[in-house]
């Protein structure tokens, strides 16, 4: 258990770093009220877990979605075996 939590832990961490390097070329109003799917880098195993406990499905989304200049929507879905959150 210890080390799945402590890969998914350094999953997150890696993808954030990836984010925070990544370039938005589209302008802010453009952007605005489109939805987009932010893959976690977590698996789907772990997704019902999330689900259940509120407060680690918005921390997870709050992350991502931020990170990325964009509002969590409360949704999370498992595509490619991978868990991801969607962001406004």
Do not use: Y
């Not at 605005?32 to 407060?55: F, Q, V, Y």
């Amino acid at each position: 258990m210890r080390s799945t939590v402590s890969r998914f832990a350094a999953i997150v961490a890696l993808t954030l770093c990836i984010a925070a390097c990544g370039n938005d070329s589209k302008p802010a109003a453009q952007a605005e009220g489109a939805m987009k799917w932010l893959s976690t880098g977590g698996p789907c195993e772990d997704l019902e877990r999330i689900k259940n406990d509120h407060e680690s499905k918005e921390n997870l989304g709050l992350v991502f979605c931020g990170n990325a200049g964009h509002t969590f929507t409360g949704e999370l879905r498992c595509e490619r075996d991978l868990i991801e959150v969607q962001c406004r």
